[in-house]
């Protein structure tokens, strides 16, 4: 289902936990958010995460907003909060040959599926970025740019794209030559020159045509 339940409303000046205070309204106590980071990148893993936020001002995470318009930092200092705030979270890290042998759209559902399967209290309830995902097990809505009007989702965008951050510049260290620290994998003018001159390295993902050109498998 991909609904609130019946007479449930979110104004449009709810803010950005009018989505868990209209579930909640309606007897929905666990409201998850689930999103993902690295999805558009072409090297490096997909990582996933989920959250729960309590209900009152323990759940109100100081700063929270879309992890992709937060600083670094701001990012840092967010996951700290929503980490030690949180009723329950998870994450979910997705390799770089399984998104190859799958496909970048299965890999990001099956994900997202995963993290809400790990969160150590069951949601009653999901609230996903974008597009609906099936086979959560619990009603849920696809929320439009999620990530930015929804607190539970942006706790999980957090989440995620600190924790695949924290990865890429891991991988980094491994293969300094593609300044993995600066771009994380995604495609930039940098990225792809160090790609033409090196080729791919072996955490490239395969079905970009960016890198099978690079690697000599595409005119």
Known sequence: MSVLPR????RR???????ERALRRHGVTHVAGVD???????????VAGACILPAGRSGIVPGLADSKLLTAAARERC???VVRRALAWSVVVVSHEECDRVGMHVANVEALRRAVALL??????????GFPVDGLGVPGLAVWKGDRVAACISAASVIAKVTRDRLMDDLDAQ??????????GYITETHTAALTEHGPSPVHRMRFVNVRRAAGLES
């Open 175 to 184: 293969w300094p030559a593609y300044d993995f620290r600066t771009h994380k």
């Open 36 to 46: 993902e980071a690295g999805r558009g990148a072409c090297a490096g893993p997909l």
């Open 120 to 129: 150590p209290v069951a949601p009653e309830y999901v609230l996903t970025d």
């Open 79 to 81: 996951y700290d909060q």
């Open 13 to 19: 000046d709810a803010g950005p936990y009018g989505y």
């Open 7 to 10: 007479g449930a409303t979110v």
